[in-house]
């Protein structure tokens, strides 16, 4: 049986977007994120983060300082009883100054390649799964990966997952 999943997008959704965050030190969660990642867990759904992380490709830091952070979130989300099941993200962009990321790619958010491949890497059932985040560039690749996105707009997470699972 296919597994059900909530993306999440990462910066301005679970955690305060500031710009190209890559420092633990720089991170916040947003309201209710921690609980709704919980929640989600608690419900038997995977936990799965998507983002676009130009700032690797425009030199501003290293692919390592992404799986750094994202070590990290999942350390801190122990503390809680959470965990995030998988990350995927996108180093990539068409004019940015390191060469070997700067290419027009199909995971680059609106693009679905990266909810295509937590699809297929985790046998997700598309039709019992969602994506929130706060970005049109969200919404519209969950749409184009047919799955249910849903906009995030600040409000406290965990009280808008509960309102489509």
Not at 1 to 6: C, L, P, R, Y
Not at 36 to 44: F, K, L, P, S, T
Not at 67 to 78: A, R, V
Not at 103 to 118: F, N, T, Y
Request: charged share 30%.
């Amino acid at each position: 049986m296919a597994n059900k999943a909530i993306f999440f997008d990462r910066d301005g959704t679970l955690n305060v977007d500031v710009d190209y965050l890559h420092r633990k030190e720089d991170f916040e969660w947003m309201p209710g994120a921690i609980e709704a990642i919980r929640y989600a867990n608690e419900a038997g759904f995977l936990v799965i983060v998507v983002t676009n992380q130009s700032g690797v490709a425009r030199g501003f830091f290293p692919e390592s300082d992404v799986t750094e952070l994202h070590d990290f979130m999942n350390d801190e989300l122990k503390k809680h009883g959470a965990h995030i099941d998988a990350f995927y993200y996108c180093p990539h962009l068409p004019d940015g100054k390191i060469k070997q990321y700067a290419i027009s790619c199909d995971c680059r958010k609106p693009r679905p390649g990266l909810i295509e491949r937590a699809v297929k890497e985790h046998d997700i059932d598309r039709a019992s799964s969602l994506l929130i985040g706060d970005g049109d560039r969200d919404i519209k690749s969950a749409e184009s990966a047919h799955i249910k996105g849903v906009k995030y707009q600040g409000e406290n997470l965990l009280e808008l997952l509960k309102k489509y699972i």
